[in-house]
């Protein structure tokens, strides 16, 4: 079977990965075949650990942007092609080392991503900004930006107890490579529908972190009589917010643990793709929270009364019909609790095709 799959898909030659930004490295490579379904990407950190597949592009793809890296560490690759017969061989082998650009070094996330309260009544979450850099990142702060009716102030508090500690609206330094946890609270001052309410996460010496929906801002909605207020959050089973589709026409499926602090309320959950067209079909049912089992039928949505404190979970089932890319910013899926219409909770996973070995 080799002989033959050499003869279907030539070689890959692999060029030498480049720096594309901080924590980045762009790999690209000579497509020398013609018969293509794709090409995988494999990856390993240093010289000395073992490969492992971190992506799947398409036929006629010759790069691959890899993000999210520790700058100052070195990180080889290697490519094959594949189609219905195989995997040609491996390409050569490129290594470089992910450098850091001096002011885009933060990162931030917040949780959870959405929160529907009463006018007046203040509406909290978490969030943490992370400095990638090499040096220390000075007078950090958090700050809305855009049109929503509601004041804002943000408090550090310690990661491992959410305690608030510190003082409000102050802005502290984080050490390079560290971290600082914060808990940032709204109060709306009129009614609005769900609005993602965007923040700035800047330091003196560092470019703001990139907003991205789903990651690092906040559905926020406001209402004159109580409504449902429904805190979600999302687990994969590799419990690295990313959900893997086995091979381009394969399945995944994650988690979502939910609870309704607000009130009482029929809650139809959804989900889908967001802005990004994804060749994906997705499905899901409520599911016991002591089994995983499904006690609700599967499909393209479920209607289930969730009352005041309420704790309900539910199954999500991706089904692919093509490849997906890795662009955890940009591939993902949303979980939507909605009632009347309005959307009371959601959360959401990075999609991306995972070739099996």
Known sequence: ????????????????????????????????????????????????????????????????????????????????????????????????????????????????????????????????IINRGHSLATACKIAPFGSVAASFHYQTTNPNTNEITGTADTPVDITSGGFQSFIIAFTPTQAFVPTDARMSF??????????????????????????????????????????????????????????????????????????????VNIFLCETNPATGQCISGIGSSVTTQINANDTPTFGIFVQGNGNVPFDPAANRIFVRLSSGGMTRGSTSVAVRTQRDG
């Open 1 to 128: 079977m080799t002989s033959i799959l050499i003869f279907l898909l030539s070689l890959a030659a692999l060029g030498g990965p480049r720096e594309s930004g901080a924590g980045e490295l762009e790999a690209t490579w000579m497509d020398n075949s013609s018969n293509e379904d794709g090409f995988e990407i494999e990856r390993r950190e240093g010289t000395t650990q073992a490969y492992t597949q971190i992506a799947i592009v398409g036929a006629n793809v010759t790069s691959y942007n890899d993000s999210g890296l520790v700058d100052g560490e070195t990180y080889c690759y290697r490519v094959s092609a594949f189609n219905a017969a195989g995997s040609s061989p491996y390409s050569n082998e490129a290594c470089a080392a992910a450098r850091p650009d001096a002011r885009n070094v933060l990162l931030a996330a917040v949780l959870p991503s959405s929160r529907s309260v009463q006018v007046g009544i203040v509406a909290t979450a978490f969030a943490t």
């Open 202 to 279: 800047d330091c003196t010496n560092a470019d703001p972190a990139p907003v991205n929906t789903g990651l690092n801002t906040l559905l926020l909605s406001a209402s004159v009589t109580p409504v449902p207020d429904i805190v979600a959050l999302a687990a994969t089973p590799t419990n690295d917010g990313i959900v893997n589709i086995s091979r381009i026409d394969g399945t995944g499926a994650f988690a979502v643990a939910a609870v309704n602090v607000g009130a009482s309320g029929s809650i139809t959950a959804s989900a889908d793709t967001g802005s990004a067209i994804l060749p």
